[in-house]
């Protein structure tokens, strides 16, 4: 005698329909996470002024220009002892008048720009300048402006315990 035992099972005891439903179910879940992504984090390399920025560069070109026909240049000292960054600067002043009262010093860290530092340096005697960071440098490369509104120099830096550099156009 031949018995044909061909029950029934429910639907959740077949292998394929699990499977048919978890591959469409981790598609939305994973589209869900790159939405979120996308809204909560900050895609910082691209500036929302982009184009004020790029027509900024003209000026700034303009700054490096007027240096250089002025002969300014600087000698930058910065000696990290005692928890203090001294900074000294002697500005060779070539065809301005008189020396500044004070000059702004950028220092941008080369890869993070929530460490960047701007500093005051105020005028000492004869061509000094000194100024007083409150935090240490982090290693790495640094990159430097120093200033004075119709003029600019630049140059860049690894930090070390003290660093001498010439600034120029």
């Not at 960054?85 to 941008?108: C, F, S």
Request: aromatic letters at 8%; a negative charge.
């Amino acid at each position: 005698m031949n018995v044909n035992n061909n029950t029934a099972q429910p639907w959740y005891r077949y292998p394929l329909v699990w499977m048919m439903i978890v591959i469409p179910f981790s598609a939305v879940v994973m589209g869900v996470i790159m939405i979120w992504l996308a809204i909560t984090t900050d895609d910082g390399l691209v500036a929302d002024d982009y184009y004020k920025q790029g027509m900024a560069i003209n000026r700034d070109l303009q700054r490096d220009t007027q240096a250089l026909e002025k002969g300014i240049g600087a000698a930058l000292e910065i000696n990290e002892s005692e928890g203090l960054v001294r900074v000294n600067l002697a500005l060779n002043k070539g065809g301005l008048e008189d020396y500044p009262d004070t000059l702004q010093l950028k220092l941008q860290y080369a890869t993070h720009d929530h460490n960047d530092i701007q500093l005051v340096l105020n005028h000492g005697q004869n061509n000094q300048y000194i100024g007083i960071i409150n935090q240490p440098l982090i290693q790495g490369k640094w990159y430097l402006e120093l200033s004075d509104g119709g003029w600019r120099l630049n140059g860049h830096m690894n930090a070390g315990k003290q660093i001498k550099l010439l600034l120029e156009p």
